[in-house]
């Protein structure tokens, strides 16, 4: 298949060359990045992207479903088992497209959430007035306590008891620390409120059961496939039998229409990879090695938000270095370490600007890295950002970066075979 891309579209087959040699040459550390597995990214490219599919398994709109079917329910058997859930739907493209559909299939427009605040760990799509949800719903924003930059349930009730929300929304894009699922959903009963679970960076480690299951105390868990869970870019929701009819009406055809068959196949392909033992392993490798490299960062001075982590993230305060988090994204950039700029809780600065970093090791240490490695990584880190106008400083780190990369290759034969083909197709 890559001759006929080459052939077809050499600038575009050039692209994806360079992209598999940057992901193969530098430190990927951002939380929602990780590397698919060759597995996913067969099951991706294959001829299943033809097929429409428009409806569920056994009820199709068009002709010609019985082979995607059987993609799609190995797909809805596994996710089911292996997060415990009585109802999965498995077509969203996105995680946010996920929650839309779960908000969408019990509340009404002008409804109330309660979610956690974007600049506090939250995501876009719980509220943000920029987003769809923010535009459709009423929201009051949770905030994480100003002293431990963790989430005070007592406060967070009492926010619940003042606006009796329709829905409560939990779950995070930078929140270090474990939620207490349960707390959340007795808050939700206690005004009659709906409690959606978004999981999507925790998935992998909730799989592999070293971070809380939100599945038994929330009607709605959504989630996306790749992050933690290591699987290709694509949404999931999960939910309360009793729910399930009017999300599956809400996902198809209120909020897509074709699925993509081909992403599910590759779905599917990753479920059962988690359901190996050794993605315990792996998860838990994760989760040491994240909270090795806090250690190893807070011991250099930089302060870690919450003092630490209970998952596969953490965010790094770089105040008391003079640095941004977008000078610390640009100056790590040239040192081939790749992570974002993000928001700390109560940040004086602008989200384009931030005064943190977020950190991952999902990526690390799916290629093998552990806590060796993490003190390097520590180092580089800590020496790029102290050399931030030191080019020549940064291009001397980026070697040693390079030398240990070379050390736990991910596509090294992905990448010779492309340049055997290219050199070939040039000759």
């Known amino acids: 298949m890559l001759d006929a891309l080459l052939k077809t579209d050499p600038d575009i087959y050039k692209a994806i060359l360079e992209e598999t040699k940057r992901q193969e040459d530098g430190l990927e550390l951002i939380a929602s990045e990780n590397y698919a597995s060759e597995a996913v990214i067969a099951a ?192 999931l929701i999960l939910c309360q039998n009793e729910l399930a009819a009017n999300l599956d009406k809400m996902n198809f055809p209120g909020n897509q229409g074709g699925p993509l068959m081909h992403a599910i196949a590759a779905k599917a392909v990753c479920f059962k990879e988690a359901l190996a033992p050794e993605f315990k392993d792996y998860q838990t490798k994760v989760l040491n090695n994240a909270r090795a490299l806090a250690k190893l960062l807070t011991n250099k ?42 928001m700390i809780p109560y940040d004086p600065q602008k989200a384009m600007v931030t005064s943190g970093i977020r950190i991952g090791t999902p990526a690390i240490t799916t290629r093998g890295m552990g806590p060796k490695e993490m003190e390097m990584i520590a180092s580089w880190i800590d020496e790029a950002i102290a050399a931030k106008n030191n080019d020549a400083k940064l291009r001397s780190i980026k070697e040693e970066v390079l030398k240990l990369c070379r050390q736990f290759p991910v596509y090294e034969q992905r990448i010779a075979s492309m340049e055997a083909l290219l050199s070939t197709s040039v000759a």
Not at 50 to 69: H, I, L, M, S, W
Not at 145 to 171: C, F, S, W
Not at 304 to 320: I, Q
């Open 44 to 235: 991706l490219g294959t001829v299943l992207t033809n097929k429409y599919a428009e409806g569920y398994p056994g009820k199709r709109y068009y002709g010609g479903c019985e082979f995607v079917d059987i993609a799609e329910e190995l797909a809805i058997a596994r996710a089911k088992q292996l997060f415990g859930a009585d109802h999965a739907n498995v077509q969203p493209h996105s995680g946010t497209q996920a929650n839309l559909t779960a908000y969408f299939s019990v509340l009404k427009p002008g409804d109330k959430i309660v979610s956690l605040a974007l600049d506090h760990g939250g995501h876009l799509s719980h509220g943000h007035p920029l987003n769809l949800a923010g535009r459709m719903f009423q929201i009051a924003s949770m905030k994480v306590d100003p002293k431990t930059e963790t989430i005070n349930y007592d406060e967070a009730a009492a926010l619940v008891e003042k606006e009796k929300p329709q829905m409560i929304v939990t779950g995070a894009s930078n929140y270090s620390r474990a939620f207490d699922w349960k707390k959340f959903q007795e808050m939700a009963k206690s005004v009659g409120a709906y409690h959606l679970s978004d999981m999507a960076h925790y998935a992998g480690l909730i799989a592999a059961g070293v971070y809380p299951n939100p599945a038994p105390y929330a009607n709605f868990v959504t989630s996306t496939t790749h992050k933690t869970l290591r699987g290709p870019r694509g949404g």
């Open 301 to 342: 001075g930089f302060r870690v938000v919450s003092g630490g982590t209970d998952c596969h993230l953490f965010s790094a305060d770089l105040r008391a270095k003079n640095i941004t988090g977008k000078e610390a994204e640009i100056c790590l950039g040239k040192a081939g370490i790749t992570v974002n700029k993000n």
